[in-house]
């Protein structure tokens, strides 16, 4: 059996609304603690649930019950490249949503422990990248990430790897916001 028929499919939104200032920003969660990916940065997102038509409805329905983001405030601009997660084995299809900001974010309290709104100008800014050497549970060894700071935190893995070619793109106007 082939190894890429054993991930599970997952899909992300990148929610991105321009603020009342004009600047661009994107939505982030930090997942709660526990879990594979417990107090991690990432994108609204999750495993595809059976009664999921296709990847987008996935993701459409995970921001709903992540962060509360109606899929009606949600208008898709792009289907990004699939990314893979290296070592929890999940293949993530990511799609770019404009977005209409709700008043309020409704957080998943067994989910989502945080929302952010990251300026997609601070993201792209050079001091905004890190790298280091990490070993997480379940890896064999030290490896070299690459990340984004957030605040106090760092956005790496699938998430840093849809955002890096993602953000100057953004930031070029390639899509109307």
């Known amino acids: 059996m082939d190894a890429r028929s054993l991930l599970v499919d997952a899909a992300v939104l990148v929610p991105v609304f321009r603020d009342g200032q004009g600047d661009l920003r994107l939505v982030l969660v930090r997942r709660t603690e526990g879990g594979v990916h417990g107090g991690q940065l990432a994108l609204p997102g999750g495993r595809q649930a059976p009664g999921d038509a296709a990847p987008l409805d996935t993701a459409l329905r995970e921001a709903r019950e992540e962060i509360g983001l109606p899929p009606e ?12 997660t290296r070592t929890t084995g999940y293949r993530i299809a990511p799609f770019l949503g404009r977005i209409v900001r709700p008043p309020a974010w409704r957080l998943a309290p067994t989910e989502i422990a945080e929302v952010f709104e990251a300026r997609v100008a601070d993201l792209a800014r050079p001091e905004a990248r890190g790298e280091g050497l990490e070993q997480y549970l379940g890896w064999p060894s030290l490896e070299r990430i690459e990340f984004f700071r957030v605040g106090p935190h760092r956005l790496w893995g699938a998430s840093f790897r849809i955002l890096r070619p993602l953000l100057p793109r953004l930031l070029a106007g390639e899509w109307p916001f």
């Open 73 to 84: 405030s949600v208008q898709v601009l792009a289907t990004l490249p699939v990314v893979e």
